[in-house]
């Protein structure tokens, strides 16, 4: 084990047993030479682990997997920043324990990164959904270079229907990400939406490239498909409120910038389409939700100032604002029209 590699490849692992072999042979088999492959270990205990120290073992890069352990079940946020404190590398690049990704993929975003001597580099990827098993989702970016205070910001926030960011397949200098404090917030799902909002709104210099890199998979025991259980608890749809809020506290120190609309704008939808999945799956939340709590869910981080000040989003922010002050009487079928007319109710 060396002291220093350009990358670091960090991989949370919890429960991954089916998956984590494949997952830990694509990251192995990248082509870029010199990759810490650095993997935390969150206390499954389900032999996801043995299969790792097997290739740790056995594995012609195996001297350059490091392993660290975590004295119980923390969560992915937890190891996450553990990653991140404890990474060899000058760039770091994080995994999911049941994705896949090309051989080529961080000699691509290493290369793009160092030519264009830019912060973060965000490729594209794929969903591959093996829950329903409809065809593969594409999401791919533009090629650009975004420079300037705010510049990635605005177009992110601005382009959010196709601008789709994971924190996974994202090269990031990370002195640059150490330097910003920024962390991951605990939550059970969406816990990364934070992390990549806060370091958009942070990045000064960036690159995003066409390039499908990444496969996300989407399997029958993905946290992201509640809404297909026929029972959930409502803590659990809580945590996603909180991750929103979190981020919807923080716009009141970005008051003046011209990339807030469109944050305030992406929030609210996020916020509605939250609040019609809990109309739509009333019947499974236990316990349920009072209308009162799915209005305060709306509840807008701009003040109807800040909004009429700017000519961005106008409508929709006054809409989403209205929505959040509305009397009950009138919120619930104002929430049931939009609903239906969104096709989500």
Same mark, same amino acid.
């Given at each position: 084990?060396?002291?220093?590699?350009?990358?670091?490849?960090?991989?949370?692992?919890?429960?991954?047993?089916?998956?984590?072999?494949?997952?830990?042979?694509?990251?192995?088999?990248?082509?870029?030479?010199?990759?810490?492959?650095?993997?935390?270990?969150?206390?499954?205990?389900?032999?996801?682990?043995?299969?790792?120290?097997? &290739?740790?073992?056995?594995? $012609?890069?195996?001297?350059?997997?490091?392993?660290? *352990?975590?004295?119980?079940?923390?969560?992915?946020?937890?190891? *996450?920043?553990?990653?991140?404190?404890?990474?060899?590398?000058?760039?770091?690049?994080?995994?999911?324990?049941?994705?896949?990704?090309?051989?080529?993929?961080?000699?691509?975003?290493?290369?793009?990164?160092?030519?264009?001597?830019?912060?973060?580099?965000?490729?594209?990827?794929?969903?591959?959904?093996?829950?329903?098993?409809?065809?593969?989702?594409?999401?791919?970016?533009?090629?650009?270079?975004?420079?300037?205070?705010?510049?990635?910001?605005?177009?992110?926030?601005?382009?959010?229907?196709?601008?789709?960011?994971?924190?996974?397949?994202?090269?990031?200098?990370?002195?640059?990400?150490?330097?910003?404090?920024?962390?991951?917030?605990?939550?059970?799902?969406?816990?990364?939406?934070?992390?990549?909002?806060?370091?958009?709104?942070?990045?000064?210099?960036?690159?995003?490239?066409?390039?499908?890199?990444?496969?996300?998979?989407?399997?029958?025991?993905?946290? $992201?498909?509640?809404?297909?259980?026929?029972?959930?608890?409502?803590?659990?749809?809580?945590?996603?409120?909180?991750?929103?809020?979190?981020?919807?506290?923080?716009?009141?120190?970005?008051?003046?910038?011209?990339?807030?609309?469109?944050?305030?704008?992406?929030?609210?939808?996020?916020?509605?389409?939250?609040?019609?999945?809990?109309?739509?799956?009333?019947?499974?939340?236990?316990?349920?939700?009072?209308?009162?709590?799915?209005?305060?869910?709306?509840?807008?981080?701009?003040?109807?100032?800040?909004?009429?000040?700017?000519?961005?989003?106008?409508?929709?922010?006054?809409?989403?604002?209205? &929505?959040?002050?509305?009397?009950?009487?009138?919120?619930?079928?104002?929430?049931?029209?939009?609903?239906?007319?969104?096709?989500?109710?």
């Amino acid at each position: 084990m060396k002291d220093h590699y350009e990358v670091t490849i960090g991989i949370p692992v919890y429960r991954s047993v089916k998956y984590i072999k494949e997952t830990i042979f694509s990251a192995l088999g990248q082509t870029f030479p010199d990759i810490e492959f650095l993997i935390v270990d969150d206390c499954g205990n389900d032999g996801s682990m043995d299969v790792i120290s097997l &290739l740790q073992s056995s594995h $012609s890069r195996g001297d350059d997997i490091r392993i660290l *352990r975590n004295d119980k079940n923390r969560g992915v946020s937890y190891s *996450r920043n553990l990653i991140i404190d404890e990474a060899k590398g000058s760039y770091l690049y994080f995994m999911d324990s049941d994705d896949l990704i090309e051989p080529d993929t961080i000699r691509i975003l290493h290369d793009a990164l160092i030519q264009n001597q830019v912060q973060i580099v965000y490729a594209s990827y794929e969903i591959i959904d093996k829950v329903g098993k409809t065809p593969p989702q594409v999401y791919k970016k533009a090629s650009l270079i975004l420079k300037g205070e705010g510049k990635l910001a605005i177009y992110a926030f601005k382009n959010n229907h196709v601008f789709h960011v994971s924190v996974c397949n994202s090269l990031i200098n990370l002195l640059f990400l150490r330097q910003t404090g920024i962390r991951f917030i605990e939550a059970n799902y969406w816990e990364d939406m934070a992390f990549t909002t806060e370091l958009v709104i942070k990045v000064g210099k960036a690159v995003l490239l066409s390039d499908v890199t990444y496969h996300y998979n989407r399997w029958p025991d993905s946290l $992201s498909h509640y809404q297909n259980r026929l029972h959930l608890e409502k803590w659990e749809i809580l945590k996603n409120v909180f991750v929103v809020d979190y981020i919807k506290e923080k716009c009141h120190s970005m008051r003046g910038m011209p990339y807030l609309p469109y944050l305030g704008y992406v929030l609210e939808m996020n916020s509605f389409y939250m609040v019609c999945h809990i109309f739509k799956l009333s019947h499974n939340i236990v316990p349920p939700f009072t209308y009162q709590e799915m209005r305060n869910i709306m509840r807008h981080p701009l003040s109807i100032q800040d909004i009429v000040r700017s000519h961005h989003k106008l409508i929709a922010n006054i809409v989403y604002y209205l &929505l959040g002050k509305m009397p009950i009487l009138f919120f619930v079928p104002s929430i049931w029209l939009a609903g239906k007319l969104k096709r989500v109710l």
